[in-house]
């Protein structure tokens, strides 16, 4: 299992920028595809960015296309999100998570393919 332990969250203005960070620790922590969850007030947790192990595969849900930049160190153990031209609609608690299994090239969006979950940081934006 894989520990995971998110940062960076914050209150930022609309038009801002923020970059979250997800420390993995753990048997074989860089081995797995990793991904970035959201969870606003009084709906469901949603799909955001995804990486496959290496780095070389990502993938995006279409409302943060253009602006979220997800990328990884496996040197680090860690995995990162980066947020420009941030919207108020942007607002919710963003979850990392790590892949059931090992060794994905491919970037899992289903909710349920991941395994590992950090406990959250929470992204303000005001309008």
């Known amino acids: 299992q894989v520990q995971l332990v998110e940062s960076g969250g914050g209150l930022v203005q609309a038009g801002g920028f923020l970059t979250l960070s997800c420390a993995a620790s753990?048997?074989?922590?860089?081995?797995?595809?990793m991904g970035w969850f959201r969870q606003g007030a009084g709906k469901e947790r949603e799909f955001v960015a995804g990486i496959g192990w290496t780095g070389g595969m990502t993938y995006y849900t279409d409302s943060v296309k253009g602006r979220f930049t997800i990328s990884r160190d496996n040197a680090k153990n860690t995995v990162f999100l980066q947020m420009n031209s941030l919207k108020p609609e942007d607002t919710a608690v963003y979850y990392c998570?790590?892949?059931?299994?090992?060794?994905?090239?491919?970037?899992?969006?289903?909710?349920?393919?991941?395994?590992?979950w950090g406990q959250g940081t929470q992204v303000t934006v005001s309008s």
């Open positions: 998570a790590a892949d059931r299994y090992q060794f994905q090239y491919k970037v899992p969006t289903i909710r349920d393919r991941f395994g590992s």
């Open positions: 753990g048997r074989a922590a860089s081995s797995y595809a």
